[in-house]
């Protein structure tokens, strides 16, 4: 499922997107982004797309634009700048990632994991893990 996921029957928009796309952001920050989970799950869990979406998300929308913060010796740590982000979301346009991008998604993986664990809950209603 890609970014423009069917949502409800109908064609999500930009308004529900873009907090998805603000929180994924989180899980490309130069820190300790476990300590984020629990907020980037709780936004995630409020929106109103399934699992496989906002993981598809993640994968062609997030990581195409972000991965190389994770390769450079001081990245970007302190969030990045949502206007920035959306508009390069949109440009590449939800394109399959090739090359190098693909070459970078263990940690995401693996940090994706653990906040779709936490989404799951909280959807069941049990709180954050």
Do not use: C
Not at 31 to 45: G, Q, W
Not at 60 to 77: C, E, I, K, R
Request: no cysteine; net charge negative.
């Amino acid at each position: 499922m890609s970014a423009a996921a069917v949502v409800d029957g109908g064609v999500d928009d930009d308004a529900a997107r873009i907090p998805v796309w603000i929180a994924l952001s989180a899980l490309y920050l130069d820190t300790e982004v476990e300590r984020s989970h629990d907020a980037i799950a709780a936004t995630l869990a409020a929106s109103p797309f399934p699992l496989d979406a906002l993981q598809a998300m993640l994968v062609h929308d997030v990581h195409p634009v972000l991965f190389t913060n994770l390769m450079a010796p001081a990245g970007v740590w302190d969030g990045f700048d949502a206007a920035w982000l959306v508009e390069r979301i949109r440009v590449r346009g939800g394109r399959r990632s090739r090359g190098l991008a693909r070459w970078f998604r263990g940690d995401i993986d693996a940090q994706w994991r653990a906040v779709a664990a936490k989404i799951a809950a909280l959807r069941a209603g049990a709180g954050p893990t």
